[in-house]
């Protein structure tokens, strides 16, 4: 091999070699010891929640345009108020619980926030999870251990950087249905 060739080898190993030490260093690193799972958009959500900072929590609030119903019973679309008809559009932050409900974009100012102690657990959310129209899922979800005395847990449903909808569970330690994940950002139980 000629020395133009040798040369314009070299260059072209160092060149690659550049590229892809600067890919690698690009990536987030996840690091589920300490609550963090890689994913810039899903970190910052959980320093926030854990920090307690209720208006930057209401600023992740991606509300689910929906028409309201005057039909009774559990789950459905919200209920309409006493001035609006069925089928008014309503914006809403759903929550899915024992029983679902919604709270309106116009009460989220008096809305108590999420009171958690730790990370649980963070996951992509496989299509299997449940979802709906007004419930949509995530395609992140971010378990956390509710109140002080970590009995309950929330779940974040978080797509686009956006908190879409909160599940609230009384079960504790919380179950997780291995045909919602995907794969597991942080490992159930890994965060102290």
């Known amino acids: ?4 060739w040798a040369n314009r080898l070299r ?5 690659l070699f550049l590229v892809l030490t600067a890919c690698a260093q690009a990536q987030p690193t996840a690091d589920p010891a300490a609550g963090r799972t890689g994913i810039p958009e899903l970190d910052r959500i959980i ?7 209720l208006d930057e929590v209401r600023s992740l609030i991606q509300f689910t345009q929906t028409a309201c119903t005057n039909i ?14 069925p ?18 974009k116009a009460e989220i100012q008096s809305w108590d926030g999420l009171q958690v102690s730790q990370l649980f657990a963070a996951y992509q959310v496989s299509d299997q999870a449940y979802t709906d129209l007004n419930y949509p899922a ?26 879409v909808r909160i599940d609230e569970s009384l079960q504790f330690p919380p179950v997780l249905r291995e045909e919602d ?7 159930p139980g890994v965060n102290p």
């Open 1 to 4: 091999m000629s020395k133009k």
């Open 11 to 15: 260059v072209g190993w160092i060149a």
């Open 47 to 53: 320093e926030i929640v854990l920090a307690g900072d």
């Open 72 to 85: 009774e019973g559990l789950g459905g679309p919200p209920k309409c108020l006493a001035n609006e008809a």
């Open 87 to 104: 089928g008014t559009p309503v914006e809403v932050l759903p929550l899915l619980g024992p029983e679902g409900h919604f709270i309106r």
């Open 138 to 163: 995530g395609e992140y979800a971010l378990v956390f251990i509710g109140g002080l005395e970590n009995q309950t847990s929330l779940t974040l449903q978080v797509r686009g950087g956006r908190i």
């Open 181 to 187: 994940v995907v794969k597991y950002l942080v490992e």
